[in-house]
């Protein structure tokens, strides 16, 4: 398994509707998955889930987007040919004339190479502590992390994406 890197002048835009079924993709991110747009539409984003990722930050974005906040998280996702690639995401919710949520929205670029250590590093021990206990040990395991650092989640992600070398 490879990783494919994303241009750092490219976005990769989807929407999704509120049950996470993708709606939209933009080309960049049919390039990135190497898929065809009818491999993508109405199938839930999950279809480029990567198996390393920890259910405890899914559970943190869609805590945040259904509460009509917005989010940027790590996402590490899986191609239909076996690779992955590293996002910084933005995710929102999307909403009609009235205010209600209609769906969800996402803006990814590329992550910060400087970040990836540090976040693999959480995402392994969240991953780990979820395998032998379950979604809360997750969220725990990353709750004593930003305790540790004395920082919030949203500001460690920023951080993160701003680092320099």
């Not at 994303?6 to 080309?27: A, R």
């Not at 991110?29 to 279809?47: D, G, T, W, Y």
Request: proline share 2%; aromatic share 10%; glycine share 4%.
């Amino acid at each position: 398994m490879g990783e494919k890197i994303l241009d750092k002048e490219s976005f990769i835009v989807s929407k999704t509707d509120l049950k996470g079924n993708i709606t939209y993709c933009n080309q960049v991110f049919l390039e990135m998955i190497n898929a065809r747009c009818s491999e993508v539409i109405n199938k839930p984003q999950s279809i480029v889930r990567h198996k390393d990722m920890p259910r405890g930050i899914f559970k943190l974005l869609w805590d945040r987007i259904k509460a009509k906040q917005e989010i940027f998280a790590y996402v590490k996702n899986k191609t239909f040919d076996n690779n992955y690639y590293w996002v910084f995401a933005n995710v929102t919710a999307s909403f009609d004339e009235n205010g209600k949520t209609i769906g969800y929205y996402s803006v990814r670029r590329k992550a910060n190479p400087l970040a990836l250590p540090a976040i693999e590093s959480l995402y392994r021990d969240m991953k780990s502590v979820e395998e032998r206990g379950n979604l809360e040990s997750s969220m725990k395991c990353l709750d004593e992390y930003l305790k540790h650092k004395n920082t919030s989640y949203d500001a460690l992600v920023n951080n993160l994406q701003r680092m320099k070398g």
